[in-house]
């Protein structure tokens, strides 16, 4: 067998030798002929050749973004940045990696699709795999008991991914969390109102938003005795069930609807059995009478089939689709964002009481205050001018009942006439 | 010795006392009393008892960003990408980690600075070091050979910055790359002119940009007898050259000008033997001539001190640096960017003309053609308009001698009074 470095530099003269055709213009079986002894030429050093020639090429499940794509991610990036700060809430930005125990039990199963640094002397670093995880070792770190934040960012994940129906191993999530404590199931719908306006805006066909409880999930399956207690586990192949059991849970899975069939549900002699599934499904009745008020419910469903894989949800938990297949969408939201599952899946999210918690080394919860948008059910004003005065707003315009009766606009304190309302503000504000 | 699960309850229960006696108000005696238990059972269980605690901290040399620090990143970033803009640059987007190989032998010295990924089975990938190597490796690729790009992404290196100084492990470039052949010097005295922009409008105090050219610099060590011939070798260490050519080093790197300065040392008998230094000096005269018709050479100045550690340039080398010390600056920018490497310096670069061609099989360079702001030191009318037809700009608007004096703007080819040209411009724009 002749030297390596003899047949790559003939492999370079048989090349320039088709060059020299081609630019010649010289016929089709002249050229063919060379192509051929430079194939042959190339056969001879074998698949060894690449690791000589230098690897063109993205790590895999990566890729580069051309101007144009950047122009539509760009535009889609626009749209809900604009939904977000719209919704009042703040960005922050953490590391691409993390210390290897901040991620360490927080995926469950999907723990072994994490990137990890190389030990290179120092500490033991991985790639983020998602922006929750991050965002509550940041809530915890820094003593954060309240806050709405949005964070688009890439994640990374040693997945196998079908490239083709748009997944990677890098890809950006687009989070919005709402982070305190608050009336039951308003942050919840608010989340769920940003997907129903992100989806909506970016016109990429009609979707569905599917909603569940991991507390239900939890509950059918302790009540069709599926589970022998363990809290921790949750999902049980089929093969380990009674026929009984199997056919018990899979006629509750392909149960859908909406706050009726929650209703129904609470009624249901089984899964009334469980304080877990009674608790999610007043929670899913709640959240529905939300959902009306934001007039989203023609799209959004309670599906008791939904599921997702991370180990940190506690209660509600949601995912987006795309009804249409075949249609390739980046976009991401969630409270408590996580990549999506199956096709069409855009947007998922979910509640997650537990996870700033764990990084507390008391696994303190994290106390209440107001917020932006005040999550309460009958915001009282007083509180809403407490509020105000805490957070520096210097004018608050009070339009009640019994100002429409006496034609004014109560500012503040002092009553004025509706047409000095913006002389008004401009004086206050330029004495501020 | 204690069971060290045992210390370990002991130092949770007399932590617990220490709280108790603060929140009660005891005396400081007592309480010191306490606390210097509690460190004796903290001492018993060693340094090991972090492993058992949760360490809350970011990864060394990174940090996280709270809105505040993330809406002045974003006003910094929006005066960037507007000049960015301005001068016609369009984005692109490349993934976090490269193929280990495609970052090989690019950076010298600093290669020891890349952080690696872990082999879990599959590539051996490294985390980005700059934008400039990957998108080297992104034209080659893609046989791109023309293009004006800006990119704003994080880079990594394993570096031990001073983060007092603002410089970390993990942070921002923010890249304005013009790749293509062009009449020489005019896309660096672009460059130029967009860190003048950007370093004026961010208004973050006085500074300067100094330039040099690597060329200069080779062929001064080389007449100095610095250098025994060896192209690779450009920084050589001080003990091992006479004093006599120490001193003569030491003289030219203290000379600082424009282009009288770089005038002067053409005719210098020692550096004009050099080809090299002269074909550097002659660049700089001519970029000096650019950067006087941009108006920039208030704070441009040619200063033979300026060398920039990177490997992969070739020409022309440039840095910003703040004249006040104490302000921390995150802006880069740069046509082949660069960490900057003195307190002080906020923006980097040079010309790299071999870098490309290190991903090419063949070494190729990047040929020739057209771009949206035109490099021609004369341009022909004819080339603009040919140019406006490939790149389907359906109007151009002439006003040159001949249209001044006729009192005409010219319309691509059909004249029409001034006064008419909006009404025309609108019904060419309606048509199209």
């Keep these: 067998m002749a030297d390596k470095a003899q047949i790559q530099e003939a492999i370079e003269v048989q090349g320039e030798e088709v060059l020299k055709l081609k630019s010649e213009k010289a016929s089709k079986e002249q050229i063919d002929e060379e192509v051929s002894k430079l194939l042959q030429l190339k056969a001879q050093i074998g698949e060894d050749d690449g690791k000589h020639q230098f690897v063109l090429k993205t790590a895999k499940g990566t890729r580069d973004y051309n101007p144009k794509q950047m122009a539509i991610r760009e535009k889609v990036f626009n749209t809900i940045l604009g939904c977000f700060k719209r919704h ?19 995926y469950g199963e999907d723990s072994k699709l994490i990137y990890d640094l190389k030990d290179q002397g ?35 994940r040693r997945d196998n991914p079908a490239m083709t129906r748009g997944r990677y191993r890098e890809f950006y999530q687009c989070d919005f969390d709402i982070a305190g404590q608050y009336d039951a199931m308003i942050p919840d719908a608010e989340c769920l109102k940003i997907v129903y306006e992100i989806l909506s805006e970016l016109d990429i066909g009609d979707f569905r938003i599917k909603v569940n409880d991991r507390r239900i999930l939890d509950g059918m399956f302790a009540v069709c005795d599926a589970v022998e207690g363990s809290e921790g586990e949750r999902m049980v192949s089929e093969k380990g069930l009674s026929e009984e059991v199997a056919d018990q849970i899979g006629e509750y899975v392909s ?19 469980s304080k877990q599934a009674c608790a999610g499904l007043t929670d899913i009745k709640l959240l529905f009478s ?39 969408a980046e976009a991401q939201n969630s409270s408590g964002a996580e990549e999506s599952v199956s096709v069409g899946s855009v947007a998922g999210g979910g509640r997650y009481d537990g996870l700033v918690g ?26 809403q001018l407490q509020y105000c005065e805490d957070s520096g707003i210097p004018l608050v315009a009070i339009l009640g009942e019994q100002e429409l009766k006496d034609g004014v606009v109560k500012l503040r304190a002092a009553d004025i006439s509706r047409a000095d309302l913006i002389a008004e503000i401009k004086r206050k504000t330029s004495e501020a």
Aim: include cysteine.
């Design 122 to 156: 120092g500490e033991l670093l991985s790639l983020r795999y998602d922006l929750t995880v991050p965002f509550a070792r940041y809530l915890a770190m820094n003593k954060i008991t309240n806050i709405k934040r949005y964070h688009i960012a890439k994640v990374y």
């Design 358 to 383: 764990m990084f507390d080394p008391k696994g303190r919860k994290v106390p209440c205050v107001g917020a932006e948008v005040m999550y309460k059910k009958n915001p009282k004003l007083l509180s």
């Design 290 to 328: 939300y959902l009306q008020l934001f007039q989203v419910t023609d799209k959004v469903v309670f599906d008791l089939s939904l599921a997702r894989g991370l180990d940190y949800y506690t209660g509600i938990i949601y995912e987006g689709f795309l009804t249409q297949t075949g249609i390739a």
């Design 88 to 106: 009042g809430a703040e960005t922050i930005d953490t590391p691409v990696f993390e210390l290897k125990e901040t991620l360490t039990g927080k």
């Design 255 to 273: 149960l859908q609807g909406g706050m009726e069939l929650a209703e129904r549900l609470l009624q249901d002699q089984k899964m009334s059995q």
